[in-house]
């Protein structure tokens, strides 16, 4: 069987686990990877998140020098209730698309990385190597790898990152980070028929939502991420329509660049609030990941992947956040790049696919990174 090949069958592998979050259930994907890999040769560590749920980390190489880190998620998003026109987890192939949930975001690019791991198994083992970490619940904000920091699994001091996200095989080299803020809003309980008697907290939050609505960020624009936003997504109160709600709680995301300081960020939109809002509690609170243009290894990316797609690339952000952002703290300071064959626009749709040419591509472009780190300089 020929790699591409080999590419789409584990693909297809991957996509019959229902890894749908919640509840996520990666734990025998994640087996069944371990096994292939510790069948290849390589060292493999399972590390449980929570029952039936599980991340992997897999290395091999010499033990000399910091090996190449490819990175993906193992989990998927639920499909929806539009009717899909196949089986979401057949991985059905037609019109030189490869269909199924997570097919895209990113079952193919984890397959595709792990594939030319095997196929370059041989220059792996002899060199600095490679570390593949592959993550349960990417999806919620990236638990599984920050359990992997947190309980100090070992991800064997990578030199370099490859997150194999949907970038449709261009380069992206950070993204914006994450701030996700539950406001609340607190006011006095009454009967619906005396609310004169009581303090809606309802009201309170619908103003600071009128105020959310044309709220600018403060922070300057950065040259590639662009600027900072900032989005209403959830707005609860009440416990029955004929009582006043003493308490609303409203929960916003705001997208952070690098160098910014999220407890100051979130100080400061607390303050604009006021006093409609009374507290703000971060839910979620992810880093921004950038790495300069004029990196040397991302240089080194840039000319192969001219090679590969043709495409002259120049810098760039990816609109979405990803694992990088825990993993950059157990790398500090290496060159992080998002790069993989899915189709960016086709995540989280329904029938979700990825092309088998972006497959092709990725494969042969992944083999040329890892040759290239693999392989000594004189």
């Keep these: 069987m020929n790699p591409l090949d080999r590419a789409i069958e584990l693909t297809r592998s991957l996509l019959s686990y229902d890894t749908t979050n919640p509840p996520g259930n990666e734990q025998p994907c994640a087996e069944f990877l371990a096994r292939l890999l510790a069948d290849a040769g390589f060292s493999t560590t399972l ?49 030189g698309r490869l269909y199924g949930r997570g097919s895209s975001d990113m079952k193919a690019g984890i397959a595709t990385f792990i594939t030319a791991a095997l196929q370059e ?65 607190r006011g006095k309980s009454a009967h619906g028929s005396m609310p004169e ?30 600027g900072t936003s900032i989005s209403a997504g959830t707005l609860h109160a009440g416990s029955s329509i004929n009582v ?33 809002i009374c507290e703000a509690q971060a839910v979620l609170d992810l880093p921004a990941v950038f790495t300069e243009g004029d990196d040397p290894w991302i240089a080194t990316v840039y000319r192969l992947s001219e090679e590969e797609t043709g495409i002259r690339p120049e810098p760039r952000g990816a609109s979405y956040f990803t694992d990088a952002c825990a993993l950059q703290h157990a790398h500090p300071g290496v060159p992080i790049v ?33 040759s290239h780190w693999c392989t000594p300089t004189t």
């Excluded at 026109?85 to 991985?91: N, Q, R, V």
């Excluded at 907290?201 to 600071?208: G, H, N, T």
């Design 47 to 95: 590390h449980e998140l929570a029952p039936g749920r599980a991340s992997l980390v897999a290395y091999l190489g010499n033990g000399q020098g910091r090996p190449l880190c490819f990175t993906g998620h193992l989990d998927t998003v639920p499909l929806g209730q539009a009717a899909w026109s196949c089986d979401p987890f057949a991985g059905e192939i037609r019109d």
């Design 121 to 185: 198994r041989s220059l792996i083992a002899d060199g600095p190597g490679v570390v593949l970490v592959l993550t349960a619940s990417e999806e919620t904000g990236c638990q599984g790898a920050a359990a992997l920091l947190r309980d100090g699994v070992d991800q064997h001091n990578a030199g370099a990152i490859i997150v194999g996200e949907m970038t449709a095989n261009y380069p992206l080299i950070g993204h914006k980070g994450a701030l996700w803020l539950k406001l609340g809003a």
């Design 197 to 226: 008697r009581g303090d809606n907290a309802l009201y309170k939050a619908a103003r600071a939502l009128g105020k959310i609505e044309h709220y600018q960020v403060p922070a300057p624009q950065h040259p590639v991420l662009g």
């Design 244 to 276: 006043v709600p003493d308490l609303a709680e409203l929960c916003v995301d705001i997208r952070c660049l690098p160098g910014m300081c999220h407890a100051t960020t979130r100080e400061t939109l607390l303050a604009a609030l006021q006093p409609d």
């Design 338 to 370: 998002i790069l993989g064959p899915g189709t960016p626009h086709m995540a989280h749709q329904t029938d979700e696919y990825c092309e088998i040419a972006r497959i092709d591509e990725a494969l042969r472009l992944y083999r040329r990174l890892i």
